[in-house]
T-cell receptor
Framework: KAGVTQTPRYLIKTRGQQVTLSCSPI?????VSWYQQTPGQGLQFLFE???????NKGNFPGRFSGRQFSNSRSEMNVSTLELGDSALYLC?????????????FGDGTRLSIL | KNQVEQSPQSLIILEGKNCTLQ??????????LRWYKQDTGRGPVSLTI?????NTKSNGRYTATLDADTKQSSLHITASQLSDSASYIC????????????FGAGTRLAVHP
């Protein structure tokens, strides 16, 4: 069974640009959640999508948004990029949600802002 | 404030030795506590999930304990191997009206031959 796939693995952008990251969950998983990981802040929860609806949201500005498609694939968008957005962005999938099931993580997209 | 604190920040042990990592939390209410292992350049992998009513859970050489009264958890690694070198992250699921994952900063473990 294929794991969680994130594309691209690496991305370089400049300040002010926007970026879209993609996540394909494990087949059959309906919940996809996104996380930001930086050396200073560690792992932080961005949001969770379930059946194409955002179900939970962390404390990030509105520049961070996402969506989920009918096949459970998800995209995350960051607009007006800032230097502080440089991070590893991870997505994870599970059958029903983050509350009581293990999250299966992808290997992330490393975003660098110049 | 809901927080998860892990100690030590980093640890070096010799192959074959045991070690224990600590996690203290102030998250309330919470539904479960998890330990993840993250290898360099990879996503985290789930080791254990414990609800507030569980005291211990094992996964091979990894054993997690939970004391909900003192809000402490530990991860014990037995007979360490070089492949155990990784970051270990404690995560508490806040369940007060909505579900939110609160992460510890992790313990970086290095196992030397």
């Amino acid at each position: 069974k294929a794991g969680v796939t994130q594309t691209p693995r690496y991305l370089i952008k400049t300040r002010g640009q926007q970026v879209t990251l993609s996540c394909s969950p494990i087949s059959g998983h309906r919940s996809v959640s996104w996380y930001q990981q930086t050396p200073g802040q560690g792992l932080q929860f961005l949001f969770e999508y379930f059946s194409e609806t955002q179900r939970n949201k962390g404390n990030f500005p509105g520049r961070f948004s996402g969506r989920q498609f009918s096949n459970s694939r998800s995209e995350m968008n960051v607009s007006t990029l800032e230097l502080g957005d440089s991070a590893l962005y991870l997505c994870a999938s599970s059958l029903e949600g983050v509350s009581n099931q293990p999250q299966h993580f992808g290997d992330g997209t490393r975003l660098s802002i110049l | 404030k809901n927080q998860v604190e892990q100690s030590p920040q980093s640890l070096i042990i010799l192959e074959g030795k045991n070690c224990t990592l600590q996690c203290n939390y102030t998250v309330s209410p919470f539904s479960n506590l998890r330990w993840y292992k993250q290898d360099t350049g990879r996503g985290p992998v789930s080791l254990t999930i414990m609800t507030f009513s569980e005291n211990t859970k094992s996964n091979g050489r990894y054993t997690a304990t939970l004391d909900a009264d003192t809000k402490q958890s530990s991860l014990h690694i037995t007979a360490s191997q070089l492949s155990d070198s990784a970051s270990y992250i404690c995560v508490v699921i806040f369940s007060g009206g909505y579900n939110k994952l609160i992460f510890g900063a992790g313990t970086r473990l290095a196992v030397h031959p």
